[in-house]
């Protein structure tokens, strides 16, 4: 990144760490990157698109911060790993992140779901981060999610492919209240935080602007993932020590700029459907 005076560091207060107890996310944090490091960011990002097939857009972008330095430095910038300690605790690792990008006038959807549902982990304690590498307003097509949602726990979710969804499995209308959703509107170079429960999808972007946003996923080092439907899960612990050393450990990628040649499978690729329901017999 430019060299610029670096911003203060900043840790949540009790009352914004009780607010994302209660309502599942948090938003109105202070920038992580400034106007020109945000360029730069966006310089990253389409240096990465270069490694991408045809066919191939940029949700293929997934977990290469193992294949990636320039991701992973993301994904370890130190006030954003201040904020996870203050919501997970001092014990947590880096697992997962990849980018959603919707181009202008894209019809596509990102339909109502629980990231948990995806995920073979347990117990529950994972925290996302939603980094805006654009803009993401109402008008571009920012994520909505249902506050409270994650006190209610997972809501079974049906496979569908009659959809304008990017995902196959969806909450089914009904399950939850859709007139309570609040947009999580960011300005390039903030963070928003969500629960693993929480209820959230995001509209078509029906305006002229992209809207680019950047994933990363950290878990408590208590969690642990099903090997048996994704074999390939890796970790980086980012705060405090693993006592528990439930799973496999990721090798700090050298190169700047990589691709991450291996097959992903959440729940719903390896087709697992009823992990959950099985778990919990």
Not at 20 to 41: D, Q, R, S
Not at 114 to 121: C, E, G, R
Not at 252 to 277: C, M, N, V, Y
Request: hydrophobic fraction near 35%; proline fraction near 6%.
């Amino acid at each position: 990144m430019a060299a610029e005076t670096a911003p203060a560091r900043h840790r949540l207060t009790e009352a914004q760490v009780q607010f994302f107890k209660e309502n599942g996310y948090l938003i109105g944090l202070p920038p992580i990157y400034t106007p020109a490091e945000v360029a730069e960011l966006n310089e990253g990002y389409q240096e990465l698109l270069k490694y991408l097939r045809p066919g191939e857009d940029e949700k293929e972008i997934r977990e290469w911060h193992e294949s990636s330095r320039f991701l992973y430095d993301i994904c370890v910038q130190p006030q954003i790993l201040d904020y996870v300690e203050d919501l997970l605790g001092s014990n947590y690792y880096l697992w997962a992140s990849n980018f959603f990008a919707k181009a202008p006038h894209n019809p596509s959807v990102v339909g109502w779901h629980q990231d948990a549902y995806y995920w073979p982990l347990s117990p529950h304690n994972s925290v996302t981060a939603w980094l805006a590498f654009t803009d993401s307003d109402e008008g571009n097509g920012a994520m909505r999610v249902i506050p409270r949602s994650q006190s209610g726990g997972l809501i079974k979710h049906k496979r569908s492919s009659q959809t304008d969804s990017v995902l196959t499995l969806e909450l089914e209308r009904g399950s939850f209240r859709e007139d309570t959703a609040v947009p999580l509107t960011l300005k390039a170079g903030e963070l928003s935080f969500h629960d693993d429960r929480m209820i959230h999808g995001s509209p078509a972007n029906h305006s002229d602007r992209w809207r680019i946003g950047f994933t990363i996923r950290y878990s408590g080092t208590n969690v642990k993932c099903d090997l048996s439907v994704n074999p390939h899960f890796k970790t980086y612990l980012m705060r405090g020590v693993d006592v528990y050393k439930h799973n496999p450990v990721g090798t700090i990628p050298t190169d700047r700029f990589g691709r991450l040649e291996r097959k992903h499978l959440s729940i719903e690729e390896a087709q697992k459907d009823e992990w959950h329901e099985e778990k919990s017999k």
